[in-house]
T-cell receptor, first 114, second 109 residues
Framework: DAGVTQSPTHLIKTRGQHVTLRCSPI?????VSWYQQVLGQGPQFIFQ???????GRGNFPDRFSARQFPNYSSELNVNALLLGDSALYLC?????????????FGEGSRLTVL | AQRVTQPEKLLSVFKGAPVELKCNYS??????LFWYVQYSRQRLQLLLR??SRESIKGFTADLNKGETSFHLKKPFAQEEDSAMYYC???????????FGAGTRLAVHP
């Protein structure tokens, strides 16, 4: 198993643009979470999806949205990009939607906004 | 507010020395705490969780509710322990983790 896979690995956008990040969970995992990691800080929770429904949302503006597909893969969308959105975006999967605390992370998508 | 604090950005020790990575938390209720580790060029991965009271790669962590701490300890550091360590708290009825800012452990030969 390749583990959690994310694409693209790196991308550069300009302010005001839109970005879509993709994630494929570990086979059999039904939950996907998204985290933002700014340089020098720990990952910060953005969303969790379980069985295609949003289960939780962090303190992020409405410019951030996500969805989960029938095959449990997920997309994170960010509109009207700001310089402060530059970060590593991590996707994590888990087998269930409950509070196990055990997440399996991808390698991340590094977004640079100019 | 729920919060995880790791006061040290960098901890530098020599091989064979004891290691203690500090973690303090703020949480109302019974916390569930974890240590995640990221080795160079690898993805973030779970190291251990307090509820299982296990020792992984020689590391242990004890939850101290009185001091609201969950420090990670190892009696004899090895060079391969060099990595970024994150303390995390699970929050909410779903798998939301609140991470600390992380501590970089550097073990020198």
């Amino acid at each position: 198993d390749a583990g959690v896979t994310q694409s693209p690995t790196h991308l550069i956008k300009t302010r005001g643009q839109h970005v879509t990040l993709r994630c494929s969970p570990i086979s059999g995992h039904k939950s996907v979470s998204w985290y933002q990691q700014v340089l020098g800080q720990g990952p910060q929770f953005i969303f969790q999806y379980y069985e295609k429904e949003e289960r939780g949302r962090g303190n992020f503006p409405d410019r951030f949205s996500a969805r989960q597909f029938p095959n449990y893969s997920s997309e994170l969308n960010v509109n009207a990009l700001l310089l402060g959105d530059s970060a590593l975006y991590l996707c994590a999967s888990s087998s269930g939607g409950g509070n196990t605390g055990e997440l399996f992370f991808g390698e991340g998508s590094r977004l640079t906004v100019l | 507010a729920q919060r995880v604090t790791q006061p040290e950005k960098l901890l530098s020790v020599f091989k064979g020395a004891p290691v203690e990575l500090k973690c303090n938390y703020s949480y109302s209720g019974s916390p569930e705490l974890f240590w995640y580790v990221q080795y160079s060029r690898q993805r973030l991965q779970l190291l251990l969780r307090h509820i299982s009271r296990e020792s992984i790669k020689g590391f242990t962590a004890d939850l101290n509710k009185g001091e609201t701490s969950f420090h990670l300890k190892k009696p004899f550091a090895q060079e391969e322990d060099s990595a970024m360590y994150y303390c995390a708290l699970v929050s909410g009825g779903y798998n939301k983790l609140i991470f600390g800012a992380g501590t970089r452990l550097a073990v020198h030969p």
